[in-house]
Each structure stands twice: as C-alpha cells, then as structure tokens.
C-alpha cells in the first residue's frame, strides 16, 4: 500500500543545518509531485515546497526561501528536505505529502524538528 | 500570498448536527481549494478537492461548494469521529496556503 515515511528529526541548535527524508513505497515517485508541509506545535498548516515530479520546477514558501532545498532521487524513491540557518520558528512536525493529479491526496505521518539552544 | 480566512473558529455541536464551515480567500481561486480533516496525533486527509470533488473513501456527508472567493465546508450529520480539525488550502497561486482552521467540538 502507499506509504510516505519521514525521518531526521531532531533537537538542533539555531543557526545549524538538517536534512530530511521521505520514503516513498507502495507507488513510484517519477509520477508524482510532491510537497513538505510543517506544523508548528499546537498551530496551523504551513506549506513549505513543492518539487515537481521530474524535479525540473521547485517552489518554497518565502519564509524558507534560501534556507531549504528540496531534492529527490527517483532511484531511492526517496524525497530529502535540506534546512540550512535553522531559526526557532523552525519548530515543527514536516510532513511530506503527495500529489495524485491536482490535488495532495497522501501524507506521512511527519518526523519533528526542535531547534533550540 | 492569498489568504484564507476560516470560520468559525470553534463550532459546539453534538452528534447528528449538520456542521458548516466557511473558507474565505482574498482573491479569486476559481475552484482550487481543498479541505483537509485533522485529528490530534495524526497527519492530514483530504476530504475534498477541486471546492467540491469528495476524496477516495470520504462518506457522502462530507460536502464541499463554492468558488470564487467564497467556499463552504458540510458536514450534514456529525459522526462521532468527526470532531477534529479542518483547514482549507488553495492551490490556485503559489505560495499555496492553508486557512487556519476550524475546529469542530462536541457539545
């Protein structure tokens, strides 16, 4: 079955860098965009990126903008979220999420990532 | 950025109620809004797309409408495993952005 699985979560200081990964299973990544969500911890929704599914096309939100990349290696079937300068309203539960046509219709479970000193 | 104003906030309503809740956008979306249900502990799931399009496996109380600037969220008896939380999300523009939520509690 689809299954999206995040890891590299974790307790960072500001100002240090994380990546993340999403494995994906259960269906194939080159027919897919996908997306990283965060939440901070007792708050809303945040869209995060966006990489499309050949990775020719990446959008970020502009509070990450500069900071994260987004990648992907079809052959891992795996997604990675790199986060550079990590400030503490970094603070949140990723999610990465698949597309399936125009609409987001998948989500991991999130791997949490405290920045703090 | 297109903002999405969601309300209310909080709805008290007790099992068998109809539940309605409103998502505003600060510009035209045509029809590209989304609605997500979130329980504590848990990741998102889509009910509905495209303003009113049901998700794969989404009972048929589950109703969505709108477009424009204007959507609504139905949820026309309440189960009980339906208190949670609700957010829209437009996928019109980029930046895609979510409301802040709805959060429907038993009464």
């Known amino acids: 079955q689809v299954q999206l699985v995040e890891s590299g979560g974790g307790v960072v200081q500001p100002g240090t860098s994380l990546r993340l990964s999403c494995a994906a299973s259960?269906?194939?990544?080159?027919?897919?965009?996908m997306h990283w969500v965060r939440q901070a911890p007792g708050k809303g929704l945040e869209w995060v990126a966006f990489?499309?599914?050949?990775?020719?096309?990446?959008y970020f939100a502009d509070s990450v903008k500069g900071r994260f990349t987004f990648s992907r290696d079809n052959s891992k079937n795996t997604l990675y979220l790199q986060m550079n300068s990590l400030r503490a309203e970094d603070t949140a539960m990723y999610y990465c999420?698949?597309?399936?046509?125009?609409?987001?219709?998948?989500w991991g479970q999130g791997t949490l990532v405290t920045v703090s000193s | 950025e297109i903002i999405l104003t969601q309300s209310p906030a909080t709805l008290s309503l007790s099992p068998g109620e109809r539940a309605t809740l409103s998502c505003r956008a600060s510009?035209?979306?045509?029809?590209?809004l989304a609605w997500y249900q979130q329980k504590p502990g848990q990741a998102p799931r889509l009910l509905i797309y495209?303003?009113?399009k049901r998700a794969t496996g989404i009972p048929a109380r589950f109703s969505g409408s709108g477009s424009g600037t204007d959507f609504t969220l139905t949820i026309s008896s309440l189960e009980p495993e339906d208190f949670a939380v609700y957010y829209c999300?437009?996928?019109?523009?980029?930046?895609?952005?979510f409301g802040g939520g709805s959060k429907v509690e038993i009464k």
């Open positions: 510009q035209s979306v045509t029809r590209d």
């Open positions: 990489i499309s599914f050949d990775g020719r096309n990446k």
């Open positions: 259960g269906f194939t990544l080159t027919s897919h965009n």
């Open positions: 999300q437009q996928r019109s523009n980029w930046p895609l952005t």
């Open positions: 999420a698949r597309d399936y046509g125009a609409r987001t219709d998948f």
């Open positions: 495209d303003a009113s």
